[in-house]
T-cell receptor
Framework: GNSVTQMEGPVTLSEEAFLTINCTYTATGYPSLFWYVQYPGEGLQLLLKATKADDKGSNKGFEATYRKETTSFHLEKGSVQVSDSAVYFCALTSGGSNYKLTFGKGTLLTVNP | DAMVIQNPRYQVTQFGKPVTLSCSQTLNHNVMYWYQQKSSQAPKLLFHYYDKDFNNEADTPDNFQSRRPNTSFCFLDIRSPGLGDAAMYLC??????????????FGPGTRLTVL
């Protein structure tokens, strides 16, 4: 079956630090990969996505590259801000269950001024 | 702006008292989903509708039901809420899932408290 493993949190950084949140996956077929962000008390927002190998998704300074050879989709940002504090979820859809998002457990990021 | 709306944002109910959560969308998407998210956990899919076709996840308790009277609205009914059903309930939509991997758009969620 499909599964997503992402780096355990919490992650605490100072403003302007470099961010990496690791995500690896197991899936049948050719998955699409997503990063969702959840700010406190709110629903999930799509941050970025990639639908095929070697695609790079990017948004708001965040980037992730779909690496089929390492089954990874690590999230990076060169300089985080306090406003980036949130929970980040890596997720995928694949195979016969295209409708179903399989989520990782989420990583809480706190950015201090 | 096209969006996914959930009402109410906060719902308090009593143990065993039926409760209904509401979701509406202006995106005209085919698929609507209901997720349960407990504290510090990933969202868990309860069920989804593809148009009028209802698809239940195998491990969704019978206590949870859903209705989709039209394209725009979808309801989550909890027949007899238990303390373990306290959670954030998220509604999501996507345009067309079959053969395509469209992203899901989430509403802000309804936080359910069971007393």
């Amino acid at each position: 079956g499909n599964s997503v493993t992402q780096m355990e949190g919490p992650v605490t950084l100072s403003e302007e630090a470099f961010l990496t949140i690791n995500c690896t996956y197991t899936a049948t077929g050719y998955p699409s990969l997503f990063w969702y962000v959840q700010y406190p008390g709110e629903g999930l927002q799509l941050l970025l996505k990639a639908t095929k190998a070697d695609d790079k998704g990017s948004n708001k300074g965040f980037e992730a590259t779909y690496r089929k050879e390492t089954t990874s989709f690590h999230l990076e940002k060169g300089s985080v801000q306090v406003s980036d504090s949130a929970v980040y979820f890596c997720a995928l859809t694949s195979g016969g269950s295209n409708y179903k998002l399989t989520f990782g457990k989420g990583t809480l990021l706190t950015v201090n001024p | 702006d096209a969006m996914v709306i959930q009402n109410p944002r906060y719902q308090v109910t009593q143990f065993g008292k039926p409760v209904t959560l509401s979701c509406s969308q202006t995106l005209n998407h085919n698929v609507m989903y209901w997720y349960q998210q407990k504290s510090s956990q990933a969202p868990k899919l309860l069920f989804h509708y593809y148009d009028k076709d209802f698809n239940n996840e195998a491990d969704t308790p019978d206590n949870f039901q859903s209705r989709r009277p039209n394209t725009s609205f979808c309801f989550l009914d909890i027949r007899s809420p238990g303390l373990g059903d306290a959670a954030m309930y998220l509604c999501a939509t996507s345009r067309d899932s079959r053969g395509r991997k469209d992203e899901q758009f989430f509403g802000p969620g309804t936080r359910l408290t069971v007393l």
